[in-house]
């Protein structure tokens, strides 16, 4: 069995990427099953709101980075992975709908995991458009 960083089973190798309380809370699904894709989509609440009424910059960053690392996973056969740096462009805000953010895999090296990935809103408009590099872990 694959182990995380506190010892605990990891999430890998049961063909899911894993649950965790962020996830939850933020009512995230995930999907894409296809090697080198991760989707992350959530309904945008109340909860997901800044004070000026439109999704917090921290919601579209966690979206995208649950993608990515999904989108990892799917190209690393034994261990796991780790954000190393993600930047984001916010394109224009979100205050209603679904978000939808999709990653894919630019190239799996030895030790980093290269990605893009966007977030569209139910109009399939871009919000955020995404860069990131993961590093892979045993």
């Known amino acids: 069995m694959t182990r995380n960083l506190t010892g605990g089973p990891s999430a890998h190798g049961d063909g899911e990427y894993g649950d965790f309380p962020l996830k939850r809370f933020l009512g995230m699904e995930l999907s894409g099953d296809e090697p080198g894709s991760g989707r ?33 996973m799917s190209v690393i056969e ?13 394109v ?23 990605l893009q990935a966007d977030v569209v809103g139910d109009d399939d408009r871009l ?10 872990l045993d």
């Open 127 to 136: 919000i955020a458009t995404s860069d990131g590099t993961f590093a892979v």
């Open 40 to 72: 992350a989509a959530l309904t945008v609440g109340a909860d997901h709101l800044n004070p000026n009424g439109v999704v917090h910059g921290a919601v579209l960053f966690t979206l995208v980075d649950t993608a990515m690392g999904k989108a990892a």
């Open 92 to 114: 224009r805000p979100a205050v209603a709908g679904q978000l939808v953010a999709t990653a894919t895999v630019i190239k799996r090296g030895r030790h980093l995991v290269h």
């Open 78 to 90: 034994d261990g796991f992975c780790a954000s190393v740096e993600v930047s984001l462009r916010f």
